[in-house]
């Protein structure tokens, strides 16, 4: 169902299906402010992955079920393979791990190849009855990741900032999520922490959304997503407290060097035609000035 919507001269096209809500906007006016979608943590995600890389993904889950066992299958749900589980070791390639205070299991797999690719399932095993399926992923292992960064922790000091860098080459509406609150698309609250995005070119001519979360409190620690289009990738963000103090200056933000726009030549040609102009009407200046001096 789609719907358009106007806010003052600003006209969108708002688009809802299986829980989500999300803008395509088609005006003609830049949109810098934030319009709120419902990524569920329930719908299926969809993660690309480097061969030889690895992954950590985070599955929530209900108070009730923080003394069960958590468990990682692969393929469809009615013929999934455990892949791995809490309450025995599986393998080496594929591990979890389980926070009862956060309420969440990771799963790390690691030396992934293209013969990982398929869909995955967090879900609670019940012993007399149904198994619980938390979240469904389709994982694709692939030579060129669409969407990635370059480190899924991200730490950040108490009421500074953290920096998180994605790079893509897909296309679709970006958004910055937390499981359980509405999505930042472009600038806003994200459950108490003012996010910020922004999209450019990196030095290295990759497409990178830049996520800025300022004024950060104890409380935005956890697992965020990155999405673009209909790819998303796990960041896990640490805030440490104002306590936790070292030598580098990185304690009061977050590095953001992966960050950091390239200069084009185009652009430097802006910036120094102006430049060379003013240089050579002082010039002009100065000279007119010393020969009327001099026949003065």
Not at 224 to 236: A, E, F, K, R, T
Request: with cysteine; proline share 3%.
């Amino acid at each position: 169902m789609s719907k358009c919507i106007t806010y003052g001269n600003l006209k969108f096209a708002v688009k809802t299906f299986t829980g989500i809500t999300y803008n395509v906007c088609t005006s003609e006016i830049y949109v810098v402010f934030l319009l709120e979608g419902r990524r569920s943590s329930t719908v299926t995600g969809y993660l690309d992955v480097q061969i030889g890389g690895s992954i950590t993904i985070p599955c929530h889950y209900d108070q009730k079920y923080i003394h069960y066992v958590k468990y990682w299958c692969k393929g469809f749900w009615d013929f999934c393979k455990y892949a791995a589980r809490t309450d025995k070791t599986m393998g080496t390639k594929t591990s979890i791990s389980d926070d009862l205070i956060r309420r969440v299991f990771t799963v790390t797999m690691t030396d992934l190849t293209p013969a990982d690719s398929d869909y995955y399932w967090c879900a609670v095993e019940i012993n007399k009855g149904p198994d619980i399926r938390i979240q469904r992923f389709y994982l694709s292992v692939t030579g060129a990741p669409r969407l990635y960064v370059e480190q899924q922790q991200v730490t950040g000091v108490e009421g500074g900032s953290a920096t998180v860098c994605c790079y893509y080459s897909n296309t679709g509406d970006v958004a910055w999520c937390r499981v359980g609150v509405p999505c930042v698309w472009y600038s806003g609250t994200l459950d108490g922490a003012l996010g910020r995005l922004n999209l450019a070119m990196d030095a290295k001519n990759r497409k990178v959304l830049t996520v800025t979360m300022s004024d950060l409190k104890m409380e935005d620690a956890g697992w965020y997503w990155c999405s673009v289009g209909d790819l998303q990738i796990p960041v896990q963000i640490t805030v440490k407290p104002h306590s936790v103090t070292t030598l580098s200056t990185t304690t009061n933000h977050s590095d953001t060097s992966c960050c950091l726009p390239s200069i084009r030549l185009d652009d430097l040609k802006i910036l120094l035609i102006p430049l060379v102009i003013l240089l050579v009407l002082i010039a002009g200046v100065l000279v007119a000035w010393k020969m009327w001096r001099k026949h003065g």
